[in-house]
């Protein structure tokens, strides 16, 4: 599931501006899950986990900033689209991005206790499904680990 062989560096660039959002969220004391998607090689929309802030447990990073992004391109499909992501997204956020036909994913850390993108389950690939993301892991993956190793050490 690791990244195989050169990583462009943009996607570097993009996963840094993720683990920004990730940072946020845990300032403001949610899970540091970060998300922002790329369209044309932009950012045009940006999210973080809010589900302390909103008492919303869908108010995850991707789930914002899919929002987001549809309402950038007044559009309800995403299939030109990248998303960079710290997390491996749960399955409702998985399932979101085949329902809004999201071109790619690159994901930092996987979640073997809830990732949906390979890890625990296969949603954002499964070929039963209508329409599949191609999904990328390991793009600064230790910097996404450590931020939540650290977060969940200071709640303790």
Same mark, same amino acid.
């Given at each position: 599931?690791?990244?195989?062989?050169?990583?462009?560096?943009?996607?570097?660039?993009?996963?840094?501006?993720?683990?920004?959002?990730?940072?946020?969220?845990?300032?403001?004391?949610?899970?540091?899950?970060?998300?922002?998607?790329?369209? *044309?090689?932009?950012?045009?929309? *940006?999210?973080?986990?809010?589900?302390?802030?909103?008492?919303?447990?869908?108010?995850?990073?991707?789930?914002?900033?899919?929002?987001?992004?549809?309402?950038?391109?007044?559009?309800?499909?995403?299939?030109?689209?990248?998303?960079?992501?710290?997390?491996?997204?749960?399955?409702?956020?998985?399932?979101?991005?085949?329902?809004?036909?999201?071109?790619?994913?690159?994901?930092?850390?996987?979640?073997?206790?809830?990732?949906?993108?390979?890890?625990?389950?296969?949603?954002?690939?499964?070929?039963?499904?209508?329409?599949?993301?191609?999904?990328?892991?390991?793009?600064?993956?230790?910097?996404?680990?450590?931020?939540?190793?650290?977060?969940?050490?200071? *709640?303790?």
């Amino acid at each position: 599931m690791k990244e195989q062989g050169l990583v462009d560096p943009l996607h570097y660039r993009f996963m840094e501006q993720a683990l920004k959002e990730a940072r946020s969220a845990a300032q403001m004391g949610e899970v540091p899950v970060g998300a922002v998607i790329v369209y *044309r090689n932009r950012i045009i929309a *940006r999210g973080h986990n809010q589900v302390e802030l909103l008492k919303d447990p869908t108010a995850h990073a991707e789930m914002i900033a899919f929002t987001a992004a549809f309402e950038h391109l007044g559009e309800k499909y995403l299939n030109e689209c990248r998303l960079y992501v710290t997390l491996e997204p749960c399955p409702m956020c998985a399932g979101a991005a085949v329902w809004s036909k999201l071109g790619s994913m690159i994901i930092a850390a996987q979640d073997d206790k809830a990732g949906a993108c390979g890890s625990l389950y296969n949603i954002a690939s499964n070929h039963q499904l209508n329409h599949r993301v191609n999904v990328s892991f390991g793009v600064m993956e230790n910097e996404s680990e450590e931020l939540l190793r650290s977060f969940f050490k200071n *709640r303790r």
